[in-house]
Nanobody, 126 residues
Framework: QVQLVESGGGVVQAGGSLRLSCAAS????????MGWFRQAPGKERREFVTAINWSGGSTYYVDSVKGRFTISRDNAKRTVYLQMNSLKPEDTAVYYC??????????????????WGKGTLVTVSS
C-alpha cells in the first residue's frame, strides 16, 4: 500500500508561484509513475494535470498548464514536485498526487489509478 502526502498548497495572487510536494511511503517508489490531478470547486471530475514516468525521463502535461507547470521527482527522497508558475484564478483547485505501477497519462481515467493522496488546496486570487 502506497501512502502519499501532499504539501505546499496555499493562497497566492494571480501571476504568483507555488511548489507542491508529494512524499511517498513506498520503498519501491522509483518503480511507480507519478502524477498530479486537480478538482476545481463545484466540479465533479478530477482533471489530469501532469505525470512523470518512473525514471523522470518522460513527462506529460495538459495543454492549459504547458509552459507554466513543471513536474519533477527525486527517487532518493521518494518525492515528486509540482512547480507552478504564472498561476491563474482558473488554477484554483484541490491538487491530488497519484501513483501507479502502470503509466499515468491524460487518457487514463482517474478511477483506474491505484493510489492517491488526500489533496492540498491551491487558491489563486485575481
Amino acid at each position: 500500500q502506497v501512502q502519499l502526502v501532499e504539501s505546499g498548497g496555499g493562497v497566492v495572487q494571480a501571476g504568483g508561484s507555488l511548489r507542491l510536494s508529494c512524499a511517498a511511503s513506498e520503498r519501491t517508489f522509483s518503480s511507480y509513475d507519478m502524477g498530479w490531478f486537480r478538482q476545481a470547486p463545484g466540479k465533479e471530475r478530477r482533471e489530469f494535470v501532469t505525470a512523470i514516468n518512473w525514471s523522470g525521463g518522460s513527462t506529460y502535461y495538459v495543454d492549459s498548464v504547458k509552459g507554466r507547470f513543471t513536474i519533477s521527482r527525486d527517487n532518493a527522497k521518494r518525492t515528486v514536485y509540482l512547480q507552478m508558475n504564472s498561476l491563474k484564478p482558473e488554477d484554483t483547485a484541490v491538487y491530488y498526487c497519484a501513483a501507479d505501477p502502470k503509466r499515468i497519462t491524460i487518457t487514463r481515467p482517474s478511477y483506474d489509478i491505484n493510489y492517491w493522496g488526500k489533496g492540498t488546496l491551491v487558491t489563486v486570487s485575481s
